[in-house]
């Protein structure tokens, strides 16, 4: 058995973060698969210095409705057996939201999901994605596959998961009918994975930027790592690193033995 050390992050922008020292802090960081959310570029806009991270192999999904908008990146040091960008539906595949790496024990599903918060049709656009995502994921169970799935799933669970949840029952991130697709999720045998360990509230991963919200922790869970039920037992940790600066998520991980 071997354990590997997999992070995932909302970078808020790739060439952004580059700036305050991304590269140091990977290579310090030292982890064997690392996910990245709305990098807002595509691999011909990236410097050598961000495409070739020494010591893994680095691969994109960008969108191709809109520079500088979504995107995300699996950055690895072992090459997966196969890298496929998008569920097979053009109008979720086109927005560079999802990358997935084929390994030997598992399969991961790296997703920028959708945000509902600028109007309905984008909030239907995300409950549409969730759905198409989980029959993506549940015909892999199907077939016998692992599944570790990371991202920012743009929704906080429960009430535990954000800062001030009264306030926002009808902010989309928090809505019922998003929250009700979480417990659904979970109820078809997947789990979230910091839960498993950790039970404590105040546990945020996102700060608003213009209120400052950081400096006095008024945040939201918004980022996870699921596994499928085959897969739990290979989990052997899950983590926030709320001190890691950058953008305004930090990042999550989680310690699998295989």
């Known amino acids: 058995m071997k354990k590997f050390k997999l ?25 064997d698969i690392l996910c990245l959310q709305e990098t807002k570029a595509s691999p011909e806009q990236l410097s050598e210095e961000l495409l070739n991270i020494n010591g893994y192999k680095s691969y994109f999904s960008s969108s191709i409705v809109k520079k500088g908008y979504s995107g995300v990146a699996i950055y690895t040091k072992q090459e997966p057996l196969k890298v496929e960008r998008g569920f097979g539906i053009p109008r979720f595949d086109d927005e ?7 390994y030997k024990h598992f399969v991961l599903i790296n997703i920028y999901y959708p945000n509902g918060k600028k109007n309905e049709e984008r909030l239907q656009y995300k409950m549409d994605f969730y759905d198409a995502f989980h029959e993506y994921a549940n015909n892999l169970v199907a077939n016998k596959k692992k599944l570790v799935i990371c991202g920012d799933v743009n929704t906080a669970h429960k009430e535990i998961d954000l800062a001030r949840p009264k306030e926002n029952e009808k902010v989309s991130g928090f809505l019922p009918i ?41 945040g939201w869970r918004i980022d996870y790592f699921f596994v499928s039920d085959n897969f739990k037992k290979n989990v052997k940790d899950a983590f926030i690193l709320p001190d ?15």
């Open 7 to 31: 992070l995932s992050w909302n970078v808020n922008g790739i060439r952004a973060i580059q700036k305050k020292g991304f590269v140091d802090w990977v290579l310090k960081e030292n982890p």
């Open 96 to 102: 560079g939201r999802i990358i997935i790496a084929d």
């Open 178 to 218: 998003e929250r009700e697709w979480i417990d659904k999720f979970f109820s078809n045998g997947y789990h979230d994975t910091f839960r498993i360990f950790n039970s404590e509230p105040e546990q945020y991963t996102w700060w608003d930027m213009v209120t400052r919200a950081r400096d006095r922790n008024v």
């Open 244 to 258: 890691v600066m950058g953008s305004d998520h930090c990042p999550v991980g989680i310690e699998i033995e295989v």
